[in-house]
């Protein structure tokens, strides 16, 4: 009888168990919303356990905590949960566990694993505690931890069973919950996507005709063919498609779905949509069909390009054009009358009527001249071919020339100049900046009363010189704004003063000058009558030489010698860019395409850094960065057309110094430069003298190397400079920012996962553990540090 009321009983609890693992899984089937899932299946777990308290952690790819839930705390419960001393560590050493985890008392186990200040963050002496880890195909994705069973009771091999069958069921239903967020994020990007698109997208449904999506370009095409309020829906029923052959297609009831269902695709057609009143626009039109599995036509994707700025740009090319051709006819008149003059009246005028008619030759010669040397200098932009070639020059120099030949054009406005005194010298090709003084001190005077004043003023901007002139004239209307540097725009080009004047390529041909410089242009203005800024940067001018800039031991730079820069890349043109960037910044460029010839450079130049591809023939350009590390202790800057995080983590994990992603601008070639020389001579000067000292780790410094216990320890470069520096400051806290900052550079501060995963992969090759660390500590949420070495130099 005993046994039959115990087996009753047994099936009463498991019923119970069964009955409330089955209410856990219909709740958290309730919602694909992925927080409410995550907060529903660790309110559940606590349910089917009848624990007061659960927390949930999900794993990235990587295996490292991603999210943190909890459930049950208060919010000072919560605070002190996460406050408490390296919750991060304590957290990871839970979540390595691949089976259930089930103690009496959290805070015995979790002071056995090397913690001995935790404290349970709740009112609890014994905290019972069951952690179980949620698997999805095989893959561990997350654990549930529950604690504090009502009642006092520690968890039961029940809860457990319980807990582990809903853990399976949870696991799932995250994964779902994730598949629908990730889904919604991919249709919310499109979306974006596609209303931002400058060009106009419609999709009708084939079957039906019915409009299924249409974007905000699409409705702004179409809008002045619209009334009042008419809904895109009620247009498409009485607009009409006029082809470009002339076929009229309406575009209402059976002809569109029969034209849709048809499968025709259309190429770059330019069409005309119109209305029975008979407005209309252009349009270049793209239509293809969205086939199902079986071929039929489900949907049909039209793409329209407003027509209107093309239409706009041919009109506009089309009055430069008639203008070339007046500025280069009516001076071509005078010359031709003149030179007539002086051949049909030989030796009858005097000499002063002689010289007057040579005058006029010469002058409207000049203009020609001029006018050509425009055109050639926007063919030139547009190539990408305009020479230029900066060096050092001071700007007071570069104003004086562009105000001594604006004066002498018999300007009628005052000119202020105000040059700030700190200013450094400019990296400017003298002729081409001249010449953009020039052109905006035209521009502003032929935009101003005349007698009202216009000022050239510059000061210094970071590594670059900002220079501006600006006027007290009509201004710019800010709709006019987007248009200015554009060729042929006639927004606020001078009347007079200058060979562009009116032909709208003044302005075009400044900033394809000021670009060609690695500056950049802009203009301002508060409106109409408010008058006009125009400002363009210059990068400073460096010192050719630089007492930072340091190479290897024994042949560290002077400030005499120029700093000497191998440059390897297999696109020729790429190479040559390369090398005049290094050439004008003050750099000995040295150049190949072929790896091969890198070790003789190496060996025979000894250059002080290297800029390396990251694709190279037949060879990967991370490797060709070890070979060049294991014969000189020289920077490596990678640079790329891959900017993928993982492609530069590896990078700098094999020792690089930068990462450079093309395309880029000379200034910000030679800033990486500088800093990666000025990193390398920082850690040069603080080398310690003795090698590293403390419980077995030993680091020779000169050698670059560690050992524990007498054994080498391989390390990668990156992990080597992370260990260099906790050692040589040990036992100062190195916070996150300043170790990734000397390791990797400032521009790296911020990401801490850089650091984080190497400090992992060094505390495993040192056989160190971060819950009971001997040679790595960590300063939660600060940094990291070192015990202090027993090197030779202390007593």
């Not at 979790?110 to 095989?138: I, K, Q």
């Not at 100049?417 to 052109?439: F, G, K, T, W, Y």
Request: proline residues 6%.
């Amino acid at each position: 009888m005993a046994d039959v009321d115990q087996r009753d009983g047994e099936l009463e609890a498991l019923g119970e168990r069964l009955t409330r693992l089955s209410e856990a899984s219909v709740r958290i089937n309730e919602s694909l919303e992925f927080d409410e899932v995550l907060q529903g299946v660790l309110d559940s777990a606590r349910s089917v356990t009848a624990a007061r308290y659960g927390v949930m952690t999900l794993l990235d790819e990587g295996g490292q905590v991603r999210d943190f839930l909890s459930s049950g705390t208060t919010a000072e419960e919560a605070e002190r949960l996460w406050l408490t001393p390296d919750p991060y560590q304590i957290f990871e050493s839970l979540t390595e566990i691949a089976e259930p985890l089930r103690v009496a008392d959290l805070a015995e186990h979790v002071r056995s694993l090397g913690f001995p200040e935790f404290e349970v963050p709740v009112p609890v002496e014994v905290f019972s505690f069951l952690a179980v880890p949620m698997f999805y195909r095989g893959e561990r994705v997350g654990h549930v931890f529950v604690g504090d069973k009502d009642g006092g009771a520690g968890f039961t091999r029940a809860d457990e069973e319980t807990l582990v069958m809903f853990a399976s069921q949870a696991a799932m239903v995250i994964a779902n919950a994730r598949r629908h967020q990730d889904e919604q994020r991919a249709r919310a990007d499109l979306e974006t996507l596609v209303n931002t698109s400058p060009v106009g997208v419609v999709v009708f449904d084939a079957v039906s005709g019915a409009l299924a999506l249409s974007n905000r370009e699409a409705v702004r095409i179409v809008e002045g063919l619209r009334e009042d309020e008419q809904s895109l829906e009620e247009l498409l029923e009485v607009v009409t498609c006029v082809r470009s052959d002339g076929r009229e297609v309406s575009l209402q009831g059976r002809p569109l779905s029969a034209l849709l269902m048809s499968g025709e695709m259309i190429r770059a057609e330019e069409i005309a949509l119109r209305v029975p009143d008979g407005r209309s626009v252009g349009a270049l039109l793209n239509a293809s069909p969205i086939r199902s599995a079986d071929g039929e036509v489900v949907s049909f994707v039209v793409t329209l390009q407003d027509m209107a700025p093309l239409e706009e740009q041919e009109r506009l090319r089309a009055e430069f054009l008639a203008m070339v051709s007046h500025e280069l006819r009516t001076p071509l008149a005078a010359v031709l009358g003149s030179v007539g003059t002086l051949l049909d009246t030989a030796g009858g005028l005097d000499p002063a009527e002689t010289t007057q008619f040579l005058r006029i030759i010469r002058d409207q010669s000049d203009q020609m001249r001029h006018l050509i040397g425009d055109l050639l200098d926007v063919a030139r932009i547009n190539t990408g071919t305009l020479p230029v070639a900066p060096e050092p020059a001071e700007v007071h120099l570069l104003v004086d020339d562009a105000k001594a030949r604006f004066l002498t054009a018999g300007a009628a406005n005052s000119l202020k100049v105000e040059l700030a005194p700190d200013l450094p010298l400019v990296m400017a090709d003298r002729r081409r900046i001249v010449q953009v003084l020039s052109n905006l001190l035209f521009n502003a005077a032929g935009s101003s009363p005349d007698g009202s004043p216009i000022v050239v003023a510059a000061v210094r901007d970071g590594l670059q010189v900002a220079v501006s002139v600006a006027d007290q004239g009509r201004g710019i209307p800010s709709e006019q704004m987007p248009d200015l540097f554009r060729k042929f725009s006639r927004a606020h080009s001078p009347d007079h003063g200058s060979s562009t004047a009116g032909s709208g390529l003044g302005l075009a041909i400044c900033k394809g000058i000021v670009e060609a410089h690695g500056g950049r242009i802009w203009a301002e203005s508060e409106g109409p009558g408010l008058g006009a800024r125009f400002t363009f940067t210059l990068p400073a001018a460096q010192a050719p030489t630089t007492a930072s800039a340091a190479a290897s031991p024994g042949s560290r730079p002077t400030a005499h010698r120029q700093v000497r820069v191998l440059a390897v890349d297999d696109d020729l043109q790429a190479l040559r860019y390369i090398t005049d960037v290094l050439a004008r910044a003050g750099y000995a460029p040295i150049a190949t395409s072929d790896p091969a010839d890198i070790g003789r450079i190496m060996a025979e130049d000894k250059p002080h850094l290297v800029l390396l591809d990251l694709v190279l023939p037949d060879r990967d350009g991370i490797e060709v960065m070890s070979d060049i590390r294991g014969t000189a202790d020289v920077p490596v800057i990678f640079l790329s057309a891959y900017g993928h995080d993982e492609t530069v983590a590896r990078a700098f994990d094999m020792g690089a110094a930068d990462y450079v992603v093309k395309p880029f601008s000379p200034t910000e070639l030679t800033a990486r430069i500088r800093a990666a020389l000025r990193r390398r001579a920082e850690l040069l000067e603080g080398e310690p003298s003795a090698p590293y000292e403390a419980a077995g780790l030993s680091i020779d410094y000169a050698l670059r190397r560690a050992a524990v216990d007498g054994e080498q320890v391989e390390l990668t470069a990156t992990e080597y400079a992370v260990l260099h520096e906790l050692a040589a400051h040990a036992p100062r806290v190195l916070t996150h920012s300043a170790l990734l900052h000397r390791v990797w550079g400032p521009e790296r501060v911020g990401e801490a996962w850089l650091l984080r995963d190497v400090v992992k992969r060094l505390r495993r090759k040192l056989g160190d553990s971060a819950n009971n660390p001997k040679y790595i500590f960590t300063e939660p949420r600060v940094g990291y540090s070192m015990p202090p070495g027993e090197t030779s130099d202390q007593p």
